[in-house]
């Protein structure tokens, strides 16, 4: 069963840092896009980061130049990396992890973690 654990979240005055982590398991995440959602309270869930297995990135124009997303292949792990933190990035952050089909039976997958909350304040 496929289980994905996000950590990191926390307060943080404006301007700060936070690293997020999520470890997946129980599955095989050679080939997949792993990325981090955030959903703020009354708004819709939104993308954040992405990266493919092979390391391609996509940003959100709102955190481009501040965040950064990366993996660790090996131990099936995804970070992000939050800089320069602003009040409209709080919300609860999501690690999800889409695999696709690799045989005509199966269909592409799309799994979320629980949520880490963040908070920009003073």
């Known amino acids: 069963q496929v289980q994905l654990v996000e950590s990191g979240g926390g307060l943080v005055q404006p301007g700060g840092s936070l690293t997020l982590s999520c470890a997946a398991s129980?599955?095989?995440?050679?080939?997949?896009?792993m990325g981090w959602y955030r959903q703020a309270p009354g708004k819709e869930r939104e993308l954040v980061a992405s990266?493919?297995?092979?390391?391609?990135?996509n940003y959100a124009d709102s955190v481009k130049g501040r965040f950064t997303i990366s993996r660790d292949n090996a131990r099936n792990m995804v970070y992000l990396q939050m800089n320069s933190l602003k009040p409209e990035d709080a919300g609860n952050y999501y690690c999800?992890?889409?695999?696709?089909?690799?045989?005509?039976?199966?269909?592409?997958?799309?799994?979320w973690g629980q949520g880490t909350l963040v908070t920009v304040s003073e």
């Open positions: 129980g599955g095989d995440f050679r080939v997949s896009v």
């Open positions: 999800n992890v889409q695999t696709p089909a690799f045989t005509v039976e199966q269909v592409p997958q799309n799994y």
């Open positions: 990266i493919t297995n092979r390391g391609r990135t």
